[in-house]
């Protein structure tokens, strides 16, 4: 990606960067929400708690915002057109995920696998 500068000085490719992750985590909230047929607030809070184990669905967005990739945050990345960088570590860190879903309140609301609605979130179902 070519980056180039505002007049304020920020790079044009984190902005970009920063636009599509925060577009990603919108498009994953309403995914779980969809799946788990709860409102979109609900599945916002449980995507941030057990799925990125941050506090809340704000603090995912600063994060993006600052560009902070500690923890989870690289799933901000997971999208169609996402590297080889991000899909090896999203594979790597698939059986984490897998068992913090296992442990939360996501498994007693959802019936099918764990398995299943990681893919359904982060793979891309038909929309």
């Known amino acids: 990606m070519v980056s180039c500068h505002t007049a304020s000085g920020i790079s044009m ?4 960067e920063h636009h599509q992750s925060l577009d990603n985590i919108k498009r994953q909230a309403k995914r779980l929400a969809k799946t788990l047929d709860i409102p979109l607030t609900q599945a916002q809070f449980l995507l941030a708690k057990h ?7 704000s603090d995912i967005k600063t994060k993006i915002k600052r560009n ?14 996402n590297s080889k960088e991000i899909q090896t570590q999203f594979l790597s860190e698939f059986g ?10 996501i498994a007693t609301v959802y019936s099918g696998s764990a398995r299943e609605l ?7 179902p038909s929309e």
């Open 68 to 81: 902070e990739s500690t923890g989870r945050m690289f799933l901000a990345l997971v999208s169609r057109n």
């Open 96 to 105: 984490d995920i897998l068992t913090s879903i296992h442990n939360s309140h």
């Open 51 to 57: 799925i990125y184990l941050e506090n809340s669905f």
């Open 118 to 124: 990681l893919m359904n979130i982060f793979v891309f």
């Open 13 to 16: 490719s984190f902005e970009n």
